[in-house]
């Protein structure tokens, strides 16, 4: 397009030089180039935002995440931009879960693929049949550039598992020019591992127990069908080398084994699960709400999600591993004197609101009526629907009364029998 | 862009009648001529497929779906091209179902949308900033026919709530016309309902029993951290009506229902998640492998899976549900028959390779030597790993006999023991 438009231009310079009238000619150039500024940029492109907005209009792209503040969910969801991710693997599960989080407003993203995208990647999310020969690093930040310009979005093409790769990946995860403040020997808050292959996942678990990184491991199966995802925090849980895999290749790349000429199946939805999975327990330990699964599995023939716990191996072969436990099992004092003062402070706050009196050893109290009013004054109002809503079916004691009332028995009969048979004693008294 | 390019070409003729010789004019012209193609095509855009192949190459977008095929997990892939799945509301949640089913090769989508883009809609995924102010259905058709040009895009921008739009709507799914031979009212295969509110879930309600469609239900809670997926056959199962929500709007459109102001909250996790298990559950429905859920949640903040199975209510408020349910009752002899037939048909099968005299009651069999070497040899060939593959733990036979050299009591040493014994007993009987 750029080759057309600059040989119009040519032509028109031409042409120019021809004519005793340039009028014409400079309203052809104008022409040509508007449409250069319309071929290159998109008029639609947001702007980058400079704080996060809680307002309730269809300009906000933040509206909807902030309303997680508003609903109770998350205290501060802006801490959000504070954070970086890293993500090992930009493949059916990387990328979706890059785009998730950079749909989330993460503040920076980390990158690491060497492959490229090709025509057989279209079955899963994210890449489009026009990205195909570009690398799977640089297809993604144009594409998650475009989603959301306030993302920092660092990419690197290379393989982490060659003896280079791993110092620029190691390297790349110690850099602390985003948040200077970040305590620990990491530059990053996650690191996500979306490959497909043992050694890839030892790589990444070899520079995390290093660098005492928590990490989240993900996998889809073989026959596509099913996947898992696992928290990995050094010296805490199992390291990924604590049960290591029953078979592994050797010798040769995992990753063009092809046993039989069969490849490896993959589905949209699996892998979409399992990014959407990994990616709600990354918001859940970044944001801290929620419980984060230390591993959860996704049989999709039967939709069973297995969840475990797995302990660190004493015998592991990782070295930094085997240091990451015993730095664990040496910091139990500390972490039990943090608990304790924890139960403490909420045991304080518990008694503020609680006993009377010192001697009150059952906790009884004396409830002043008055208050008990409001407390059914306050659930009878919690009853009314706000304006706008009605109840599809009636409240139980409506429901009740119209029993009565449909079966001709409402109470005022009931009081009449009382009356009919109080006459009917008396008669018998009387006779 | 096309109107800046014809004001270009209207410019170019006026020039020309002014001009002695027209050559120059050609030229430019042929210029702009050549920017219009650029600016309409997209060079990448890849090519209809007549057949799926199975074929394992990089340039095949269809190989690892028909690798389900070959890994048993479906018995016919390419039967994905007869199906039609109408999905009604293209948002979080329908959007993401669209492009799933889209790179899956799905037949054809039916896409039902009023709605348009809005910069508030980017915390979710599928749509681009660049799409904001165009209607969901023309975004989604642009970005779906980009991926699959495969797929026959059905898109209709209306609501079905009302009289006409659930006029269209159920005409629209009773057109046969992409695959004439399909039995029944509808010439859809299945209908997803990924809407956000109750009026327009029993409008799908209402046209799938009147047309005895099979539909999946889908929903995410307004805090974003909860969904669910829910399967609905007419007269099997209960109808979204059989068992309504408590509390409902009423007079007012519920999806303009702010409380205090406050907007629902939305994450790209739980919505992709729930896409995903719907789309997921939506290919096991429609290509026959695995169980499909009657009923599947979504908690998030515990990462819990609750399922379940709802009867139909005999009491609902829905009549063409209750002709459904009666039609199921009046069919249960020919369900009872078949499913009588089929488990006759599987025992004969299990007769022909059973017994080998009509007196065995104990069904025992005598089995050849020689194919029980086949399968020891069999199982122990299956044991043996395909090449480049090793395992990384000792098999447990290797594993004791590892320990047993470790302890220095390996089988020569014990033959030794057992010598020297032999010696010390003739040394006895001896004297």
């Known amino acids: 397009m750029e080759v057309e438009l600059k040989a119009l231009l040519d032509d028109l310079d031409v042409l120019e030089k021809s004519l005793s009238d340039p009028a014409p000619i400079h309203k ?52 959000i931009r504070e954070f970086s991710v890293a993500i090992v693997g930009i493949g059916g599960v990387g990328s979706v879960a890059a785009e998730m989080l950079t749909r989330c407003g993460i503040g920076r993203l980390l990158l690491y693929d060497y492959d490229t995208v090709e025509l057989a990647n279209m079955n899963r999310l994210f890449f489009r049949p026009d990205q195909v020969g570009m690398t799977k690093t640089d297809a993604a930040v144009q594409t998650l550039a475009e989603i959301n310009p306030d993302v920092v979005l660092e990419s690197f093409t290379m393989n982490i598992t ?7 990946f190691t390297s790349s995860l110690t850099n602390k020019s985003f948040c200077p403040s970040k305590e620990g020997g990491s530059g990053v808050d996650l690191v996500l591992s979306c490959v497909d292959n043992y050694e890839a996942r030892m790589a990444v678990n070899q520079a995390c127990n290093e660098l005492r990184q928590t990490w989240m491991e993900s996998g889809v199966s073989e026959d596509a069908v099913s996947g898992h995802i696992q928290l990995l925090v050094p010296g805490e849980t199992a390291c990924f080398a604590c049960a290591p895999p029953l078979v592994v290749a050797s010798g040769i790349d ?62 592991c072969s990782n070295v930094a591993c085997l240091q990451r436990q015993k730095e664990y ?10 608990a304790k ?55 139980a004691d409506e429901y009740e009364k119209a029993i009565a009332i449909a ?5 005022t009969e009931e009081e009449d029998d009382l009356e009919d048979l109080k006459k009917q004693l008396e008669a018998l008294n009387a006779a």
């Not at 060659?162 to 620029?168: K, L």
């Not at 099992?329 to 943090?338: G, S, T, V």
């Not at 079966?407 to 109470?411: F, H, L, N, T, V």
């Open 341 to 395: 003062a924890k139960m403490e402070a909420d045991a304080s706050t518990a008694i503020d609101e609680g006993p009377l009196h010192d001697d009150n050893e059952w906790n009884i109290s004396v409830v002043d009526d008055e208050n008990e009013k409001d407390t059914t004054k306050a659930a009878s109002s919690s009853d009314t629907l706000p304006e706008g809503l009605t109840r599809e079916l009636p409240v």
């Open 28 to 79: 052809l150039r104008s022409h040509v180039e508007n449409l250069a500024t319309l071929s290159k940029c998109n008029p639609h492109r947001r702007s980058k935002v400079k704080e996060l907005s809680s307002e309730v209009v269809d300009s906000n792209p933040y509206s909807r995440l902030m309303a997680l503040q508003r609903m109770g969910i998350v205290d501060n969801y802006e801490r």
């Open 254 to 315: 995992e990753r063009t084994l092809k046993r039989e000429g069969v490849c490896a199946a993959s589905l949209p939805t699996t892998m979409g699960v399992v990014a959407g999975l990994l990616v709600q327990n990354s918001l859940k330990f970044l944001l801290n709400f929620g419980e984060v699964s230390p591993y959860l599995g996704y049989n999709s023939l039967k939709d069973f999600f297995p969840t475990m716990k797995m302990r660190p191996n004493p015998q």
């Open 329 to 338: 099992m040496l910091a139990k004092p500390e972490r039990d004197a943090a």
């Open 407 to 411: 079966s001709g028995s409402g109470e």
């Open 162 to 168: 060659t003896v280079q790769g791993f110092e620029t």
